[in-house]
């Protein structure tokens, strides 16, 4: 039987295992996909590290891009055999509160695809390895006219903004509308949530990193972001007046988190305007605790949108925005850093020393 290979998670902080697994046939309701780019996300490296749990051999990564190599039943799913499709491992249980009221991305009883034992059939359950089998119902199609590589490039961290988006639209914050709008971060949740701030007609989008990464802000300005601030080069007050001065002197619209850094939280909190949305998609890591004021945002009465997962809707928006926007979609090609699977340890290492943007895992 045909073999193929997968990188094989051991635990925090171990190496990953390069191992190969026989490519059996799907079962009825599974789509195997043959490889085409799977991205290594935050998430990851926080699971490597240890600050997400999971500790147990398993095949991680939830960032799949591939074509449906087999599949008995794809048509009863919109889909065939020879798509390129992103597989979501998100597996709700359509049955809680939440699941009920048309928000999945919230189950109480999530579930995911990914998580099976690797040494048993079919052997391929999460996105680092040359196949994948995921069930169809969890298989969004990609239009023809986006290259699947980039659609790969914000694969889960375009979905996980545009999740937090749509709640603050639900919650009719009326992000656009705002004249001012702060990204906090510059990985991928970030810096397409800057280029979404600003397809959206925001006229002043600032973003601020930890610490300043020349090719990240020349690409968020090349995304559209008017005015990038490293905490190491420019003091919190100096960017705090630009910003309120940029607003009139209300403070910012919008603030979206995407760093993932715990302080970065107290910092939004302190750059809003009154009234002013602050989305937190980005505490995606058990870090610690900040000291909070939260004084603040009672006397600011500011609206705070938590946002943790996101839906299959969500994709088809990430994927509908590539769409209308081929120019961008061409510019995500060029930010990936490309490893085959059996380099995983190499891209980690990469990754680790702040060399990559986005990270891909390919044949
Ligand atoms: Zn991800
Ligand atoms: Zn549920």
Redesign the pocket.
């Known amino acids: 039987m045909k073999k193929a290979i997968a990188a094989v998670y051991m635990g925090h902080k171990k190496p990953f295992e390069i191992r190969e697994y026989p490519v059996v046939e799907p079962e009825r309701g599974m789509a195997r996909l043959k490889l085409l780019a799977s991205g290594v996300c935050g998430t990851d490296v926080h699971i490597h590290d240890g600050t997400l749990g999971g500790d147990g051999e398993q095949i991680i990564g939830h960032e799949f891009v591939g074509v449906i190599d087999a599949a008995d039943d794809a048509r009863a799913y919109g889909l065939d055999v020879g798509d390129a499709v992103i597989a979501t491992i998100a597996s ?9 009221s048309g928000d ?1 991305a ?5 579930g995911v695809t990914n998580a099976g034992d690797p040494n048993m059939p079919p052997y391929f359950h999460g996105g680092y390895a040359q196949y994948n089998f995921s069930p169809l119902s969890n298989l969004v199609k990609i239009p023809d006219s986006i290259d699947p590589v980039a659609a790969a490039v914000f694969a889960c961290a375009g979905p996980t903004a545009l999740h937090a988006f749509a709640l603050a639209a639900q919650a009719n914050c009326g992000v656009e509308h705002a004249r001012v709008a702060v990204v906090q971060g510059l990985g991928p949740v970030g810096m397409f949530a800057a280029a979404y701030l600003k397809a959206l007609g925001i006229p002043h989008v600032f973003a601020i990193t930890g610490r300043t990464v020349e090719s990240r802000a020349a690409l968020a300005k090349d995304f559209g972001v008017d005015v990038c601030y490293g905490l190491d080069r420019t003091p919190w007050e100096t960017l705090k007046a630009d910003i309120t001065a940029t607003s009139d002197g209300y403070g910012a619209d919008v603030v979206f988190e995407a760093s993932g850094n715990p302080s970065a939280f107290a910092q939004g909190l302190d750059l809003l305007r009154n009234r002013g949305v602050y989305l937190v998609p980005g505490q995606y890591s058990i870090s610690g605790g900040v000291p909070v004021s939260p004084e603040v945002i009672t006397f600011k009465a500011l609206r705070i949108i938590g946002s943790s997962q996101y839906a299959m809707d969500d994709i088809r928006a990430y994927l509908g925005f590539l769409q209308k926007r081929p120019a961008f979609a061409n510019k995500l090609l060029s930010i990936t850093t490309r490893y085959p699977v059996e380099k995983v340890n190499d891209a980690f290492a990469d990754i680790r020393a702040g060399r990559n943007i986005k990270t891909l895992l390919v044949p």
């Open positions: 709700p249980c359509g049955k809680c509160m939440l699941c009920k999945d919230n189950c109480v009883r999530m």
